[in-house]
């Protein structure tokens, strides 16, 4: 149930700027936009790959029960790999970006280029730490997660529509970026930490070094 919800949840999501575009712009600036929403998902296509391969082993390693330092640890390899593929596209992207965009659709939605960075930039953290949902699933914790991702996408719908009727595009990418940092990335990696006992101080020290 926690993953069907977390489904639905997901695609509200990823479609809550759009629907608001909607309503206060016109059909032009969503067609850009859902154009940053294609560069959003192969971006996160990325991350997601190196996840589902380390599946296995996290998942065994929680159910033969081992501690939770040892968990942590094997979170730190698919994490590197994941956040330095992840920052070498995302460099990539700043600083070929516009001609990227230039050569994909023509010169006309050059402005998709900052919506685009800001996207990618707030959902680095997130998407270098998706293994970890391996170790929710296996501690069956995902309520728990479930939660935190409907409070996010509540702040994120409230801040698209304050946000698009002044600003626009950039508005509904600030919105997103802004709930995506602070629920994503602030309020999972706390309920990582205390309720899934993931290590994430070592964790982080581990990733970084």
Known sequence: SAILLQTIINQFNSNVDSIVLGIYT???????????????????????????????????????GESDRKVTE????????????????????????NNFIALWVGDKYSAIYPITLILLTSST??????TITNVLKAKNLLHGQTFILAGSTAVNFILTLLLVPRFGAIGAAAGTAFSMIFGYGIGLNLYYHFKAGIQMRYYYKKVLE
């Open 26 to 64: 016109t059909t032009g600036i969503v067609a850009m936009y859902s154009l940053v929403i294609q560069l959003y998902h192969i971006y996160g296509s990325l991350s997601t790959a190196i996840s589902s391969i380390y599946q296995p082993k996290v998942s065994n390693m929680v159910f033969r």
């Open 74 to 97: 094997s979170l730190v390899e698919p994490s590197r790999f994941q956040l330095f593929i992840l920052l070498l596209t995302l460099s990539g992207f700043a600083l070929f970006g």
């Open 125 to 130: 953290l997130e998407l270098s730490q998706n």
